[in-house]
T-cell receptor, first 115, second 115 residues
């Protein structure tokens, strides 16, 4: 029962470095999402992909790019990391975007620290 | 304005007792869904329960139930017979059809179960 798998689980970067967070789901879901969670706060949407081949900005997209590689995989890239991007990043997926009753299922998160 | 408000930053409950976690929401949409997620100290986000805006009955899932008061725009989570493993952060979230079915989170409530 893998569900949503994120790699890596932890990462430390220096300011200005780039990296890609990987996410894969095995539930045959159409929609995928990237969130960030800052200390003591709820999750905020960075980018989402309603279906394979589409991506759209969420609430806090600046400094990030995404790629929906195929139906299973959705990656998040930090081109030039900044300390303000220190956070826990969650990937999620749901069956579809067009119904309010679809829960999103989350990966275990990636703890990213930028020095 | 905050879409989802959780007014209890932290709560204690005695083991085996019931506890209610508050959630109020703000929407003008007729079609929306309300979700509760649990985040233990290990960090993962676990989907607990869903309530649709058109559902006439309160949702229940095992020891979790949702006290849905539509006119008051509240969707409180009730956990019966608390267990030590219930100690975690709990997040209320909403999807609105007119907002593209994006999931918006509240700030969370930290629940601590005392033995």
């Amino acid at each position: 029962n893998a569900g949503v798998t994120q790699t890596p689980k932890f990462q430390v970067l220096k300011t200005g470095q780039s990296m890609t967070l990987q996410c894969a789901q095995d539930m045959n879901h159409n929609s995928m999402y990237w969130y960030r969670q800052d200390p003591g706060m709820g999750l905020r949407l960075i980018y989402y992909s309603a279906s394979e081949g589409t991506t759209d900005k969420g609430e806090v997209p600046n400094g990030y790019n995404v790629s929906r590689l195929n139906k299973r995989e959705f990656s998040l890239r930090l081109e030039s990391a900044a300390p303000s991007q220190t956070s826990v990043y969650f990937c999620a997926s749901s069956e579809a975007l067009d119904r309010v009753n679809q829960p999103q299922h989350f990966g275990d998160g990636t703890r990213l620290s930028i020095l | 304005a905050q879409k989802i408000t959780q007014t209890q930053p932290g709560m204690f409950v005695q083991e085996k007792e019931a506890v209610t976690l508050d959630c109020t929401y703000d929407t003008s949409d007729q079609s929306y869904g309300l979700f509760w997620y649990k985040q233990p100290s290990s960090g993962e986000m676990i989907f607990l329960i869903y309530q649709g805006s058109y559902d006439e009955q309160n949702a229940t899932e095992g020891r979790y139930s949702l006290n849905f008061q539509k006119a008051r725009k509240s969707a409180n989570l009730v956990i019966s017979a608390s267990q030590l493993g219930d100690s975690a952060m709990y997040f209320c979230a909403m999807r609105e059809r007119n907002a593209g079915n994006m999931l918006t989170f509240g700030g969370g409530t930290r629940l601590m179960v005392k033995p």
